[in-house]
């Protein structure tokens, strides 16, 4: 009965030539190879034997989120941001972009940031802060980033922005921005004048516009 239900369909002689002709491996990824599948003999099955087909492979796509979960705690979010990535490129840093795109694909090969076979963890070749400009891009051109409930990615990044910067800057800063302190009473709380206080004021403003990919503006004296 199981013969019946899927024979085996017959390839001809001049088809099997003709496979051999055809490209399997379409690319290498570090030491993985990427190879292209062929369905053959699926036009000779019946109607309900496609259909069965079909639905055997919406069940693989359903269940692969699954084992996607299974493999490492936070396998869906980092896919979910590298494919925003990817979708939503910044054409500015094509270094950093071929580095997230290799990256990307490594993490489909082998369903996670860990190597399947050896279990080592393989990492970004990328830069920090380029890829936090990168999501931060892709944010802003409408993808829809894991977020927690409340979690803004641009307050996040900027926050995380300010903490990299020296002390010296980012103490003035967040006194006026946060503290609403004048450029007078900052140098008072700081024992600074004034000029040192609005020149540092004015660097961590363009180490900020730096980091978010933005042109500093001309230092002053």
Not at 62 to 67: F, M, Q, S, V
Not at 93 to 100: F, M, Q, T
């Amino acid at each position: 009965m199981r013969e019946s239900m899927f024979p085996s369909p017959a390839t001809p002689a001049s088809d099997a030539r003709a496979t051999d002709e055809r490209p399997y491996l379409l690319e290498r990824v570090g030491e993985a190879a990427v190879v292209q599948l062929y369905a053959d003999g699926f036009n000779t099955l019946s109607l309900n034997e496609k259909r069965l087909a079909w639905h055997l492979y919406q069940a693989a796509v359903a269940g692969r989120d699954i084992y996607y979960d299974q493999r490492y705690v936070h396998n869906l979010e980092m896919r979910d941001v590298l494919e925003a990535v990817l979708q939503y490129p910044a054409g500015d840093d094509p270094e950093s972009l071929a580095a997230i795109t290799r990256y990307t694909k490594l993490f489909w090969i082998n369903t996670g940031p860990y190597n399947n076979l050896t279990a080592r963890k393989f990492a970004l070749e990328c830069d920090p802060d380029a890829f936090a400009r990168a999501v931060r891009h892709a944010a802003a051109a409408g993808a829809a980033l894991p977020l927690a409930p409340g979690e803004d990615v641009h307050i996040e990044g900027l926050r995380r922005a300010v903490l990299t910067l020296q002390d010296e800057y980012r103490l003035p800063l967040l006194m006026q921005v946060l503290g609403g302190f004048s450029t007078a009473e900052i140098a008072g709380e700081l024992g600074l004048t004034q000029a040192a206080v609005l020149t540092r004021l004015f660097r961590a403003r363009n180490r900020l516009r730096t980091i978010y990919g933005l042109e500093p503006a001309e230092d002053v004296e």
